[in-house]
């Protein structure tokens, strides 16, 4: 079973968001996210992270060192510290661009299109997803995703804690650019 979404720049909640949104609510046991640009709005951030504190293992896998808008990275970053305190774990994968969007959700779900994990892609661009209720897909996208890991560096909470000032401060003067990025 496939549903196709389509999300439009519109007033309120557009259908993306409430398709990310709701895929995060249901989630049971695990998420995978694949997303060239991370930057989350306050709800998305949220159910991430409420997801995690409720048992479900969230993994996120990013662009690395080979990311061509790297402010809109350091607007992710910012949010890292946060999303693991409630075991969310990331990944930046390392060999080339990664420009994938992809979602897993308890090994049923996969959602798949345009739409960046970015309040750009909830609330102001024209993205299409498909949704699709089929574990064999979901299984072939989950091996791709434990094939890509092997290729990335895990953002250990230690490590994050440790960056330094300016790397702080960088992150810091995104903030005013998030909800376009």
């Known amino acids: 079973m496939i549903q196709c ?15 990310l949104l709701a ?16 930057v989350p709005d ?5 159910r991430l992270c409420a997801a ?16 061509d808008k790297r402010f809109v990275q350091l607007a992710g970053q910012s949010m890292f510290e946060r999303l693991l305190e409630h075991g969310v ?22 959602n798949v299109g345009s739409a960046n994990f970015n309040a750009r892609s909830t609330e102001l661009d024209e993205e299409v997803n498909l949704v699709a209720l089929d574990p064999g897909l979901v299984r072939l996208l989950d091996e791709q ?3 890509d890991v092997e290729r990335s560096e895990e953002i250990a909470p230690g490590r994050w804690d440790d960056r330094s000032v300016i790397r702080r401060a960088l ?10 990025v």
Do not use: C, N
């Open 23 to 38: 895929l995060l609510q249901l989630a049971e046991e695990r998420v995978r996210v694949t997303t060239a640009y991370f």
């Open 145 to 147: 995703f434990e094939e």
């Open 52 to 67: 995690g504190d409720r048992g479900v293992r969230v993994e996120v896998l990013l662009p690395g060192p080979h990311v």
């Open 89 to 110: 774990r990331i990944w930046q994968f390392q060999p080339t661009m990664l420009h994938a969007k992809i979602m897993t959700v308890d090994g049923v779900v996969a």
């Open 42 to 46: 306050d709800e998305l951030l949220d």
């Open 171 to 180: 992150e810091g003067l995104t903030r005013p650019l998030r909800p376009t």
């Open 5 to 19: 979404i389509r999300g439009a720049s519109e007033t309120g909640a557009s259908d993306m968001s409430t398709l």
